[in-house]
């Protein structure tokens, strides 16, 4: 089974999310394919742009960043990256992998920013993967975020083992309605909700596979 994560973000925002590097690597345990989408690079239309004058002049507080090196590099990729147009580039992405699933980590502060995404995806794609969400803002306000059409699932709580058997379970076509944790839609459009995952174990956590971070591209490892 193929699953994108999707991380979005304002642009300058934030360091890179344990989520999805633990997530990339308990999938692929699993056998699942997985590739990332992380919007941190671009500028998002409607929302504002985090990234300060330094980035442009590449320096870090009074230390100046070598010509040439890998961090100068990945500080132009950034500025390159600004450039782009996200929604192109998320279509080309949900083209090129055709992923099974879509799993979209959120706080408060980017839910929307994933639901404006998810919207423009829908006018441009036909057949769009069904999507589960998670993160702070799903499992504080699982009944508010239920309330957007773009939602299909959420998942709320621990997601470690939710995930693994969500996709396990829509691999081999079986019901997902009982999943511990997640959140689901009905035939009938009623929401059916499952109490949490339990919280991990000491013995769980030490299973837990050592994130992967594979593929973030370079800048998200230095800030600007």
């Known amino acids: ?3 994108l994560l999707f991380f979005p973000n304002v642009r300058g925002m934030s360091v890179i999310p344990m989520v999805i590097g633990s997530f990339t690597a308990l999938l692929k345990r699993a056998g699942h394919q ?3 989408f992380d919007t941190s690079g671009y500028s998002i239309p409607g929302f504002r742009d985090e990234t300060v004058s330094r980035q442009e002049k590449l320096y870090f507080g ?3 960043i070598i010509p040439g090196s890998r961090a ?3 500080m132009e990729a950034l500025a390159q990256k600004a450039k782009a147009d996200i929604y192109t580039d998320l279509e080309a992405k949900i083209n090129g992998f055709s992923p099974d ?3 979209i980590t959120v706080t408060d502060s980017t839910f929307l920013i994933a639901v404006q995404l998810m919207q423009e995806m829908k006018k441009r794609l036909s057949g ?3 999507t ?3 993160g702070v803002f799903p499992t504080f306000a699982p009944e508010l975020a239920m309330k957007f059409p773009e939602v299909d699932m959420l998942c709320v709580g621990e997601g470690e083992k939710a995930i693994v058997e969500l996709c396990q379970r829509m691999e081999r076509g079986q019901d997902i309605s009982n999943i511990r944790g997640i959140w689901s839609r009905g035939k009938d459009g009623s929401i059916i909700q499952n109490q949490p995952q339990s919280i991990l174990t000491v013995e769980e956590l030490n299973y837990l596979p050592i994130p992967d971070y594979s593929q973030f591209e370079d800048f998200r490892f230095y800030r600007p």
Do not use: F, Q
């Open 34 to 36: 997985v590739a990332t």
């Open 132 to 134: 589960v969400w998670g």
């Open 101 to 103: 699933l879509i799993a």
């Open 62 to 64: 009074d230390a100046k």
């Open 72 to 74: 100068a590099k990945a």
């Open 128 to 130: 769009l993967p069904r």
């Open 1 to 3: 089974m193929k699953v």
